[in-house]
């Protein structure tokens, strides 16, 4: 079947204001997400709220926003390709993509986490590394270097304590001191581990995005259709919405796990007592046994607070259809001239 390309692009343009949207709303939260799972040992934090505290308290509040200027940059295309993916796949699987059929409908969400990890993967990449800068700038055994040269030695040496170090950040002075930016951290990673340096993770990016979508999607398209209007032919705005904050909610705790072990293979830097881990097996293993079963769960409530707003934001948007409002008014144009 012919696939509708005005429509994607309406979509591309929706999935880019609702990511957009989204995670200028929810970032800090995504922070202590960040924070609280890559904590070892004695914990800085004891919660989101004490987390959200402490990082308002230390670095300001735009602290809690450290690392959302390359989630901002890149957000737009991943959320595009994730929504505009699922919806290519429905329609190639679904005929008119509108049937209820769970199997396709989750055939089709595999597809669209598989596509969306090419942005994921770096994105989260470069966001992990400055969102958890503050929690081992709050720890008095912090192996965090300052300068953005000294930054590339460590991921030269793989977090090893020999990288040289002129000073390591205090809780104190963590507003003053000068962090290396996501575009230091990504040359310096292209240029001493090649393009497999932004990819670190990849595997672990695909085993918690996949699973992910495939409970998200066909979630949310047999929730949205308990609201089904036939007079307007669609449901509601409220439960659009509600249906996609309780599917990404769902989803998201579901995969918490698969997170956690995302974001600390993930992570660069190291604190002295934290552990380095050569790929997800051997990250599982460790945090099974040095942390215990609960360590799976870091930060699921923080997870759930994430997702369920940027997917409720979403469906709002998609619902609206602020894209095609954009596209229609463009074509009026046009027309005009």
């Not at 669209?112 to 990449?125: D, L, N, R, S, Y």
Request: charged content about 15%; some cysteine; proline content about 4%.
């Amino acid at each position: 079947p012919s696939f509708p390309w005005p429509s994607v692009t309406a979509k591309l343009i929706n999935g880019g204001i609702a990511g957009l949207l989204g995670v200028t709303c929810v970032f800090p939260i995504d922070l202590a997400k960040t924070r609280l799972q890559n904590q070892h040992g004695k914990d800085i934090y004891k919660g989101m709220i004490d987390c959200l505290m402490k990082t308002a308290r230390v670095e300001g509040f735009l602290g809690m926003y450290r690392g959302a200027a390359v989630n901002l940059t890149l957000v737009t295309p991943e959320k595009a390709i994730k929504l505009a993916a699922n919806d290519f796949f429905r329609q190639l699987l679904m005929e008119d993509g509108m049937q209820r059929n769970l199997k396709m409908e989750m055939l089709a969400g595999c597809g669209a986490g598989m596509c969306q990890v090419v942005v994921t993967c770096p994105m989260e990449m470069l966001k992990i590394q400055l969102q958890d800068a503050g929690r081992l700038g709050g720890s008095v055994q912090s192996k965090a270097l300052e300068s953005p040269h000294c930054f590339a030695l460590q991921i030269h040496h793989h977090g090893s304590a020999s990288a040289p170090s002129s000073r390591s950040y205090t809780i104190g002075s963590a507003s003053t001191h000068k962090r290396p930016s996501a575009t230091v951290i990504a040359w310096e990673l292209l240029r001493t581990q090649g393009l497999a340096g932004l990819y670190k993770g990849l595997g672990a990016t695909l085993l918690r995005d996949i699973p992910f979508s495939i409970i998200y999607f066909p979630l949310f398209a047999n929730l949205n259709n308990l609201g089904f209007n036939e007079l307007t032919g669609k449901a509601s705005f409220v439960h659009s919405f509600m249906s996609g904050c309780v599917a990404g909610s769902i989803a998201a705790v579901i995969v918490t796990p698969l997170d956690v072990l995302k974001t600390r293979i993930q992570t660069l830097k190291k604190g002295l007592v934290e552990e380095n881990y050569s790929g997800i097996t051997d990250c599982a293993r460790k945090l099974w046994i040095q942390e215990g079963p609960s360590a799976f769960m870091k930060g699921a409530g923080c997870r759930a607070l994430v997702i369920a707003p940027l997917f409720g934001i979403a469906q709002g948007v998609y619902f609206i259809g602020i894209g095609e409002h954009i596209l229609n008014y463009s074509e009026l144009n046009n027309l005009r001239l």
